[in-house]
């Protein structure tokens, strides 16, 4: 495989979605002057952003950008708080799509909400919702308006939580129009801590339902060496799961600089996991795994049409070695593990999320989790990497707890993870230099597919 010049590599495919997100992202005045301006259309207030902040961005090459954005807005009484209002915006290839889909929403009944239902942002191409106003996100009205969503709470019993006066901060953490939204209420009393809200499809919520009892159930019986987040109550109406937070910190932000005794700890905990006597509906398999690397690969390329030639050629080698990747022994898996879903604090270990347990290969687990701590290292060639002693700690210790590493399907399964983990991490979210990190990432994929792992297996 020869190596590809840098600048080559690094120069973006033009884009008019990338463009006009990058603009909105680098600079907030731009988005706040045309958030300024949808509400002056709605209510005739002038001057009445406060601040725009963007809390989230999902970036698909030439075809969408997603961004959740905080409005802080003026309240009418100087003496009162700030009012706060989440804004959804789609930035669109080009003005005529937008306003296509604002034409279309119009068509339907809209709910009233804290700003403009919807409303075109012109100079990038974009439509804008005031949530709980987008895209099936009406049944969030009950959420995010405090009166209703304590009465919820009430129903479900809840009434401590209820009664909690942080009740109209809800955060809206994560936003997948038509799949999925997650809602974080963070209580000001400190016995009640923190709870998630998640809210899916009709077949997600069945799903994500039962993965939890199956989880819970593990855990009462011992199985787990870890901690899981419990359900407080469920909503089938409005399909959504109400979980306590567990408390602790990411191990994301242990990467580099964490003792190896931590992710000794983490490896112990995954052992258990993949031991546990847990039967999960979904059946996770290779190829399901080489058709998210495509994904990935396809939107990478896109985007850098520079690396198009070398994803190619990891592909080439990932299909050759298919059939090898498949040999392995079924068990459960969490299969979407990175840095971010494992928390840790003095007490132990915890890990959220179960919404995809599947039977699979303890060794996908294991690459994701591992091409995220590289990827976050900057993806050097591994005997230069700085989490190289976490990750041998990790495995070792996985295996002393009974925990098997296969290096051949290890090997394939963090190829594969890591030009997706460059595409979730670098762009996706159009981070400064991402570019960069997306060719690094790739760079590394391909190391590892000439030389192998074996600087990070235990010793």
């Known amino acids: 495989m020869p190596a590809i010049p840098e600048e080559k590599l ?19 005045t731009e988005l706040q002057d045309s958030l300024e301006r949808a509400w002056l259309a709605w209510n005739g207030r002038d001057r009445a952003i406060a601040s725009a902040n963007i809390l989230r961005v999902h970036f698909k090459p030439g075809v969408r950008a997603r961004l959740v954005v905080e409005v802080q807005l003026h309240p009418f009484d100087q003496d009162d708080a700030p009012l706060r209002q989440i ?52 049944k969030l009205a009950t959420f995010f308006d405090p009166v209703s969503f304590a009465a919820l709470l009430r129903f479900k019993k809840l009434d401590e939580w209820a009664e909690d006066p942080a009740l109209a901060a809800l ?77 602790g ?34 059946k996770w398999t290779p190829g399901r795994e080489f058709k998210a690397y495509k994904a990935a690969a396809e939107d990478l390329g896109a985007a850098l049409p520079g690396l198009q030639k070398p994803l190619r050629q990891i592909k080439k080698v990932l299909r050759r070695d298919l059939e090898h990747a498949g040999d392995f022994v079924k068990a459960p898996i969490h299969a979407n593990l990175f840095g971010d879903q494992i928390l840790v604090e003095a007490e132990g270990i915890g890990i959220v999320d179960w919404d ?7 060794n996908f687990d294991l690459g994701r989790l591992i091409a995220h701590m590289l990827f976050q290292d900057g993806c050097p060639s591994l005997p230069e990497s700085r989490v190289l002693g976490q990750i041998r700690a990790l495995l070792a210790a996985y295996q ?26 670098a762009l996706r979210t159009l981070q400064q230099g991402w570019e960069h990190d997306a060719v690094q990432a790739c760079h590394l994929a391909r190391k590892i597919l000439r030389d192998g792992i074996d600087e990070i297996l235990p010793t």
């Not at 690094?10 to 907030?28: F, H, K, M, Y």
């Not at 077949?203 to 870890?226: K, P, T, W, Y």
């Not at 964490?258 to 258990?272: D, H, M, N």
């Open 249 to 282: 910190e990411q191990l994301t932000t242990h990467f580099l600089d964490g003792e190896q005794a931590l992710f000794a700890r983490v490896g112990q905990a995954l052992a258990s996991l993949h031991q546990a006597p847990l039967k999960a509906r979904i």
């Open 87 to 138: 804004v959804y915006v789609q930035v669109y290839p080009d003005l005529q799509l937008a306003r296509d889909r604002r034409s279309s929403y119009l068509r339907k009944p809209s709910l009233p909400s804290g700003g403009p239902p919807v409303f075109l942002l012109e100079p990038f191409q974009a439509v804008g919702f005031s949530i709980p106003n987008g895209p099936r996100l009406r």
């Open 400 to 425: 002393q707890r009974g925990g098997s590493v296969c290096p051949k399907r290890l090997r394939w399964n963090l190829v594969c993870a890591l030009p997706l983990r460059a595409k979730i991490s």
């Open 171 to 247: 955060q809206l953490v994560r936003y997948v129009p038509r799949k999925r939204v997650l809602l974080r209420f963070r209580a000001q009393r400190p016995d009640l801590g923190g709870m998630y809200i998640k809210l899916y499809g009709a077949e997600e919520f069945v799903i994500a339902l039962r993965n939890q009892h199956s989880m819970l159930q593990a855990g009462r019986e011992g199985h787990l060496h870890f901690r899981i987040p419990s359900l407080l109550g469920r909503s089938r109406k409005r399909r959504a799961l109400f979980l306590n937070e567990i408390p």
């Open 10 to 28: 690094v120069q973006a495919a033009p884009d008019a979605v990338r463009s006009a997100a990058e603009r909105l992202i680098r600079d907030p």
């Open 356 to 362: 995809d347990l599947s039977s699979g290969d303890p």
